[in-house]
């Protein structure tokens, strides 16, 4: 018997499985476990899993394969690029520079607007209309022989005066509907110009810290496209590694709409990295055993928290199953425990077969 379990061991073809039956306490067990933890100390150690967030796609998070070790050298590393950039960003945009050119848009950006509105109002005068600015939109006011008048000024004008006043006005709120879409216009080049102005500042902060973590990973492409999308993440999220942080003494209840979409105001979320698999520690390949024949035991499964009465999970709550951690080794199953859960049973016919 010993012969053959050593010569059956050896059998590399994917889909091979060893079943060893006899009496019950003569040890097959444990003997089975000590051979194969002796052969597995010749078999390469597999490699690590790490889950990461899909950026086209949240409901499906990427998988990516690291050689033994470094998967834990990569979840330490995105967890350092988080607290260094969101350091950076707010100590590069705090820089008097950054200040002053964004003033410099803005001020550009009120020249060009009160010319429009002194244009707009060279063209309301000649129909008996002042126009005035003002926070929360323009009002217009009417024009009697030079003077601007007051509501009361107004009420006292005969009915034919009023009437005139009122045909005019048509023709005014057409000229400043005209003016407000110049205006709006402007507004949007001049947030574009800081949005872009900003962007390329905060670029070269960003690429610092990227390009140095990739130049580690030169030769994993998903790496590299991971990185780029968090890269493209936080230009696009960029006033919320700008604000200030929340107060940790608060205790404001949060949100619904943030327990939901973290990332709306913590994007960095999205660049933790789930250590599905660290196989740093090994000596060879796994040869896992256990007790415990649940489907989420041999399988994995996706884990949820309770958060104000709201059900919550993302990729980081993936956990593994024993198949998981014996990949690139053994796993030992019980025949009898394993035959009496029938959907495990053919679950894990399902796997072996893949």
Known sequence: MIRNIYIIVNVDIKGYNLYIEGPNGVGKTMYTHRLLSEKAKEKPIPDDWVYVYNFDNPNEPVAISFTAGEGIIFKKQM????KDIRKELKKTFNNKDFDKEKKMIKADYEE????????????????????????????MK???D?????????????????????????LVQEQIFQALAEIKAIERQAEKKIDEWQSNIALMTINVH???????YKRNKKVGVYLDNVKKDILKN??????PDPDPKSTAPVPMQQLQKPELKEPWLNYRVNLFIDNSKR????????????????????????????????????????????NGGYVIFQA????SNALCYETLKKALKI
């Not at 009898?336 to 035959?339: H, K, P, S, T, W």
């Open 79 to 82: 967890e350092d690029f988080v």
């Open 112 to 139: 060009k607007k009160e010319a429009l509105i002194e244009k707009l109002n060279k063209k309301t005068m000649m129909q008996g209309f002042k126009v005035e600015a003002t926070d929360s939109g323009f009002y």
């Open 142 to 144: 009417p024009v009697l």
């Open 146 to 170: 030079g003077k601007v008048l007051e509501e009361e000024e107004f009420d006292r004008l005969d009915d034919e005066m009023k009437r005139d006043f009122e045909d005019r006005s048509v």
């Open 210 to 216: 990227v390009n140095s973590i990739k130049a580690n």
């Open 238 to 243: 960029i006033s919320c590694f700008l604000a």
């Open 283 to 326: 000596e060879g390949a796994p040869v896992i055993m256990d007790t415990n024949y649940s489907y989420y035991n041999i399988f994995g499964g996706l884990e949820y928290e309770n958060q104000y009465g709201t059900l919550k999970t993302d990729y980081m709550m993936i956990k593994p199953g024993l198949l998981h951690q014996a």
């Open 336 to 339: 009898r425990d394993i035959l």
